[in-house]
C-alpha cells in the first residue's frame, strides 16, 4: 500500500559564489530565522513527518543549534553532502544522499528561496491524490533579480505533464523584454522550475545509479555539475519518470546575489504576524 507519509528536503550544501557567502544561514525575522525555516514551519503545518536538511561538511552544528530551538530531534536530520573536492557535485548529488533514508513522498526545495505558504500543502494534496512526481513551476518574471541575471529551468508540458526542461542561462530584464545569453525572448509567465519538486523514494535508487556513473565517468574533474533538472529531463525523455505540472502562484522570492538580501528581509519581516508567528511553536 502506498504510504502518504510526506518529508521536506532542503538543499542547503551551495557555496553561494554570486551572493559572497552561505546565504543559506543568513539571519530573517525577529527570531533571526534561516528564510529555509520558513518553509519548514509551512511543513508542520501541512502535516508532513520530518525535514531533511543536505549540507556541505562544516555547516551541520550551526543548523542543528538552530532547528532545536523549536524543533524536537525526531522531526530533522541533517545529511551531510560528502565531497573529496571543494566545489560541491551539484544538486543531484547533493539529493542522492537521501537513498535510503525515505521510503515516502518528498518535496525538495532550496534553502535560499522562498516559495510561499502554499506550496508545502499543495504538495500534500498531490501526494494523497497518488501523484508520483510533480514540477511545482512559477512563473518567471517575478523571480528575476534586479541585481543581475539568473539562471532558470524553463518548462515544456503536453497535456499537463512535464515534457522538457531546459537549463536557460543570462535571463534578465532588457528595457522591458526577458532575454537569455541568446537573445531568445520569453513572456513573464513562462513557467520555470525552481528546484521544487515532489518526488517519490523510488525515484532515489534510480538517482542514485545516475549519480555513481556521473560521478565514476567525470572522477578527477573538479568544475563539473549534475543537476537534478538535467537528471529528470534524461528520464522524461528515456519514460522513465512522468512529472505532472502544477503551477504554483507567484509568492516567490530570493537571494541569488547579495543586493537581494534586503528586500528578501523586508518581506519576511511583511509576513510575520500575518502568515508566520513572530515566535514558531514547538514542532514534537
Known amino acids: 500500500m502506498q504510504t502518504t507519509e510526506t518529508a521536506l528536503v532542503i538543499l ?12 543559506q544561514i543568513e539571519p530573517f525575522g525577529a527570531q533571526g530565522h534561516f528564510l529555509f525555516e ?8 501541512a502535516g508532513f513527518q520530518k525535514v531533511f536538511i543536505i549540507v556541505r561538511p562544516g555547516m551541520q552544528e550551526i543548523v542543528a543549534q538552530q532547528l532545536n530551538r523549536w524543533m524536537h530531534a525526531q522531526r530533522y536530520e541533517i545529511i551531510i553532502q560528502e565531497q573529496a573536492r571543494p566545489k560541491p557535485w551539484g544538486t ?12 515516502g ?50 518548462c515544456q508540458s503536453h ?9 536557460v542561462l543570462k535571463l534578465a530584464d532588457n528595457n522591458g523584454l526577458i532575454t ?4 531568445r525572448i520569453y513572456a513573464p509567465d513562462t513557467l520555470i522550475s525552481m528546484n521544487a519538486w515532489l518526488l ?40 522513465s519518470i512522468h512529472i505532472k505540472v502544477a503551477a504554483m502562484p507567484s509568492a516567490w522570492f530570493g537571494i541569488t546575489y547579495a543586493a537581494d538580501l534586503t528586500l528578501a528581509q523586508a518581506k519576511i519581516s511583511a509576513l510575520e504576524g500575518l502568515q508566520y508567528p513572530l515566535e514558531f511553536p514547538l514542532w514534537t
Open 200 to 239: 517519490s523514494g523510488t525515484f532515489l535508487e534510480q538517482l542514485a545509479s545516475k549519480v555513481q556513473a556521473f560521478l565514476n565517468l567525470h572522477n578527477g574533474n573538479d568544475q563539473i555539475e549534475i543537476y537534478l533538472p538535467k537528471v529528470l529531463h534524461e528520464m522524461i525523455t528515456a519514460g
Open 159 to 167: 497535456d499537463s505533464y512535464l515534457s522538457e526542461i531546459e537549463e
Open 92 to 103: 543531484a548529488h547533493a539529493l542522492h544522499f537521501l537513498y535510503g533514508k525515505w521510503e
Open 12 to 23: 542547503a550544501g551551495g557555496l553561494g559564489s554570486r551572493f559572497g557567502g552561505a546565504k
Open 105 to 154: 513522498a518528498f518535496l525538495v526545495l532550496n534553502a535560499d528561496d522562498y516559495y510561499g505558504p502554499s506550496i508545502c500543502q499543495r504538495a500534500s494534496e498531490l501526494v494523497q491524490d497518488g501523484v508520483a512526481a510533480a514540477a511545482l513551476a512559477f512563473e518567471l518574471g517575478p523571480t528575476l533579480s534586479p541585481h543581475g541575471p539568473v539562471a532558470r529551468g524553463i
Open 180 to 183: 537569455d545569453e541568446h537573445g
Open 38 to 45: 520558513y518553509a519548514c514551519y509551512d511543513a508542520m503545518q
